[in-house]
T-cell receptor, first 113, second 115 residues
Framework: GQNIDQPTEMTATEGAIVQINCTYQ??????LFWYQQHAGEAPTFLSY????GLEEKGRFSSFLSRSKGYSYLLLKELQMKDSASYLC??????????????FGGGTRVLVKP | NAGVTQTPKFQVLKTGQSMTLQCAQD?????MSWYRQDPGMGLRLIHY???????DQGEVPNGYNVSRSTTEDFPLRLLSAAPSQTSVYFC??????????????FGPGTRLTVL
C-alpha cells in the first residue's frame, strides 16, 4: 500500500512564502502530483514531478526527492486567493500514471492580510 | 468544451435507495475515474476506466458499480445507499498519452447525503 503524510493546516501572511511538505512511502513510484482545491470546488492540477529536482511554474514550485520519499510545494508572494487546500498525490508503476492516484489528506493553507 | 460535467450537484437519499451519478466529458479522454472525498481523508479512488468497455476497482469499490459503454460517459451506480456513502463524489478524466497527459481534470462534484 501507499502512505502519504502532509500537515493538516498552515497559516501564512500575504506576500510571504509557504512550503508544504509531503512524505510518502510506496513501492514502484511513478510520479507525484500537487493539486489545489478551493472550498466547495473541484481540485485543479498544479504540478507533476517524476524526476528529482525543482519544477518552477510562476509563483508555485514543486520539489521531489525520490530517495527520501519527500516532496514540497512552495508558494511564493502569497495572495489571498491562495487560501485553499493543497493535495499531494502519488502514482505507482503498477497503476496507470495519473489515473489511479493515492491522495494525502490535504493541507489547508490560510493566507492572512 | 464543457470539460467534465457531473449531475446532479446535490442529492439526498434514504438508506436502501439506489441511484446513478452521471459523469460526462467532451475532451475525448481515454481515462476516467470516480473518487469520493470525506473530511480529512483526501480523495479515495472508487473505480476507474482506461477506455470504453474497460473498468477496474480502486481503493473503495464496495457498494458501487460502474460501466463505460462510450468514451464520453462514466456513470457511477449506488446499489443500496448507506449513510457511510455520504460524501462528495468527483469524476475525473485525462488523456492516455501525449503532451500534458498527466493533467487530470475534475468535474464540479456531487454532494450526496444518505439519511
Amino acid at each position: 500500500g501507499q502512505n502519504i503524510d502532509q500537515p493538516t493546516e498552515m497559516t501564512a501572511t500575504e506576500g510571504a512564502i509557504v512550503q508544504i511538505n509531503c512524505t510518502y512511502q510506496t513501492s514502484g513510484f511513478n510520479g507525484l502530483f500537487w493539486y489545489q482545491q478551493h472550498a466547495g470546488e473541484a481540485p485543479t492540477f498544479l504540478s507533476y514531478n517524476v524526476l528529482d529536482g525543482l519544477e518552477e511554474k510562476g509563483r508555485f514550485s514543486s520539489f521531489l526527492s525520490r530517495s527520501k520519499g519527500y516532496s514540497y510545494l512552495l508558494l511564493k508572494e502569497l495572495q489571498m486567493k491562495d487560501s485553499a487546500s493543497y493535495l499531494c498525490a502519488v502514482s505507482c508503476v503498477r497503476e496507470a500514471a495519473g489515473n489511479k492516484l493515492t491522495f494525502g489528506g490535504g493541507t489547508r493553507v490560510l493566507v492572512k492580510p | 468544451n464543457a470539460g467534465v460535467t457531473q449531475t446532479p450537484k446535490f442529492q439526498v437519499l434514504k438508506t436502501g435507495q439506489s441511484m446513478t451519478l452521471q459523469c460526462a466529458q467532451d475532451m475525448n479522454h481515454e481515462y476516467m475515474s470516480w473518487y469520493r472525498q470525506d473530511p480529512g481523508m483526501g480523495l479515495r479512488l472508487i473505480h476507474y476506466s482506461v477506455g470504453a468497455g474497460i473498468t477496474d476497482q480502486g481503493e473503495v469499490p464496495n457498494g458501487y458499480n460502474v460501466s463505460r459503454s462510450t468514451t464520453e460517459d462514466f456513470p457511477l451506480r449506488l446499489l443500496s445507499a448507506a449513510p457511510s456513502q455520504t460524501s462528495v463524489y468527483f469524476c475525473a478524466s485525462r488523456r492516455s498519452g501525449g503532451p500534458g497527459y498527466n493533467e487530470q481534470f475534475f468535474g464540479p462534484g456531487t454532494r450526496l447525503t444518505v439519511l
